[in-house]
C-alpha cells in the first residue's frame, strides 16, 4: 500500500517518547512493503539534518521548518478561538502546502497520523481511509494540568484541555478508526461517545538495546529519567525531593540520587544543591547511568499513556518505584514486575525495601525484563497495529461498497 504518514515531531532519530512510537510504526510499515511516505516538522537546522536518517526507512518524507517564536504566536492568536492553542503549535502553511501537493500528485491507499494536533492537515481529505492514532488524549492532560498551576494559569490551561477535548471527539468522527497507547486512554476515547471505530496498542521497547550489562550496582543510588523541561517531570521530582527524599536521608544517609534528563530549568538544577542529588542535564547515553542504580523512580502524579522511561528501566533489568498514575500505562502487576505507591510514606518504603533487599531487587529485576519481554516488545505491539489497519481496511472498502450497492438502486 501506499501510505501518508503524518505526525507531530519528526520521527528520527527516535530519542524522545513523541518520536519513538511512529519511527517504530514507520518502520514496521515499510518492513512488510508498505510504500509509507513521512510528513512531520523539525525546529532547528540541526533537528532538519539528523531528521534525513528516517530516509532509510521510509519510500519518502516531507519535512517543514517551523520557528518556535512564531509558533508561540500563532498558540496566542487562537486564544479567543474555539481551536485549541497546541494545534497552532503544530501548525505550518507550509506543511499543509506539501501534504496538499502530495495528495494531488499520488494516490494514497491509506492516511495514518499520530498525534491529534496534526489531524488539522488531512482531516478534511475524503475517499481515502484515515486512522487517527491519538497516543494519549492531550484533553485530559491539560485539564490536569489545571490543577497544579496556580490562577489565572490553571484557568488557561482548563480552557485549553476543554478545547481540545471538542476537538477530539470532532476529530474521532472524522476519521474511519481512532486508536491510543494504553487501555487506559482507549476508555476515555470510548467514553467520548462519538461512535467512531476505536482500538488500542501498546508502546514497545527495544529490548535488544535497553538490556542489561551484566556489570554490578550501587545498592546507595536511585535514578530517574526524563526530559526535565518536560512539567510532569518537574513537577514530580521537585514533590519527590521536598516531601520523599528527607524520609530516605533520615533512614539511609549514604542515599544518592541522580536525576537524568535533558533542559533542565532553573528549579530543577537547583535540586541538585539538596545532599545527595544530582542534576546530569543532557548525557550521550542514559543506560550507563540507569543500569548502575539499585532502581529507577517514577512518582508521576500527571502520566497520560505509557512512560517510556520505566519500560527502558525495566527493560534492563532495573527494578521500578512508580505511582498509580504511570503504572496504569504498563502491561504489568504490581508487587510481581513492579512497585506501585503513591504517598511519600509508602514511596519511602517501597524504595527501601528494594535497596535493603539484595534478593529483592534481583526477583524485580528479572521479572520486570521478563515482563518488557513478552508484554512489551515492538513485534507484539505491531502484530496489534497491522490487525488494526486491517480492520479500517476491511470496514472501508464495506462502506463503499455498499453505498455503490444503495447508489445503484432505482
Not at 467514553?191 to 535488544?208: E, I, L, M, Q, R
Not at 538495546?209 to 536511585?222: I, Q, T, V
Not at 528527607?246 to 544517609?253: D, E, F, G, M
Not at 529483592?360 to 521479572?367: F, S
Request: glycine letters at 6%; a positive charge.
Amino acid at each position: 500500500m501506499n501510505i501518508l504518514y503524518v505526525c507531530h515531531r519528526f520521527p528520527f532519530p527516535p530519542k524522545r517518547g513523541g518520536k519513538i512510537r511512529p519511527f517504530n510504526m514507520i518502520r514496521h510499515l515499510t518492513a512488510q512493503g508498505h510504500r509509507v511516505t513521512v510528513c512531520s516538522l523539525v525546529r532547528s537546522d540541526v533537528e532538519a539534518e539528523e531528521a534525513r536518517g528516517i530516509g532509510s526507512h521510509c519510500a519518502d518524507f516531507e519535512m517543514a521548518r517551523v520557528h518556535d517564536p512564531v509558533q508561540a504566536l500563532r498558540m496566542v492568536a487562537r486564544l479567543p478561538l474555539t481551536t485549541p492553542s497546541s494545534m497552532g503549535y503544530f501548525h505550518s502553511a507550509d506543511l499543509a502546502r506539501r501534504i496538499r501537493a502530495r495528495l494531488a500528485e499520488r494516490r494514497y491507499d491509506l492516511i495514518f497520523v499520530h498525534c491529534s494536533s496534526v489531524a488539522q492537515y488531512v482531516e478534511h481529505v475524503e475517499g481515502i481511509p484515515k486512522i487517527l492514532d491519538f497516543g494519549d488524549m492531550d484533553s485530559q492532560k491539560w485539564l490536569e494540568y489545571a490543577h497544579y498551576k496556580p490562577f489565572p494559569l490553571s484557568l488557561g490551561y482548563r480552557l485549553e484541555g476543554l478545547k481540545m477535548l471538542a476537538a477530539e471527539k470532532r476529530l474521532a468522527r472524522r476519521f474511519h478508526l481512532c486508536t491510543a497507547t494504553t487501555r487506559a486512554e482507549w476508555q476515555t476515547l470510548e467514553d467520548y461517545g462519538t461512535g467512531a471505530a476505536t482500538d488500542w496498542f501498546p508502546n514497545g521497547v527495544d529490548s535488544s538495546f535497553f538490556a542489561p550489562d551484566g556489570e554490578g550496582y550501587d545498592a546507595d543510588m536511585l535514578s530517574f529519567i526524563g526530559r526535565m523541561d518536560y512539567y510532569p517531570n518537574q513537577e514530580c521530582m521537585q514533590r519527590f525531593c521536598a516531601q520523599v527524599w528527607p524520609l530516605l536521608k533520615a533512614r539511609r544517609p549514604s542515599l544518592k540520587l541522580v536525576i537524568v534528563g535533558a533542559d533542565p530549568s532553573p528549579a530543577i538544577r537547583a535540586l541538585g544543591e539538596l545532599p545527595g542529588v544530582s542534576v546530569t542535564g543532557t548525557v550521550p547515553d542514559v543506560r550507563p547511568l540507569i543500569r548502575r542504580s539499585a532502581l529507577m523512580v517514577a512518582p508521576l502524579a500527571i502520566a497520560r499513556g505509557t512512560q517510556n522511561k520505566i519500560l527502558e528501566a525495566m527493560a534492563m533489568g532495573v527494578p521500578v518505584v512508580t505511582s498509580s498514575a504511570a503504572a496504569g500505562g504498563v502491561d504489568a502487576q504490581a508487587v510481581k514486575h513492579f512497585l506501585v505507591a503513591d504517598t511519600p510514606d509508602e514511596t519511602a518504603a517501597a524504595i527501601l525495601r528494594v535497596v535493603e533487599n539484595a534478593a529483592e531487587r534481583q526477583r524485580l529485576a528479572a521479572a520486570g525484563r521478563e515482563r518488557m519481554l513478552t508484554q512489551h516488545a515492538w513485534p507484539h505491539s505491531m502484530q496489534r497495529l497491522d490487525r488494526i489497519i486491517e480492520r479500517c481496511m476491511t470496514s472501508h472498502a464495506q462502506a463503499c461498497a455498499y453505498g455503490s450497492q444503495a447508489q445503484a438502486l432505482p
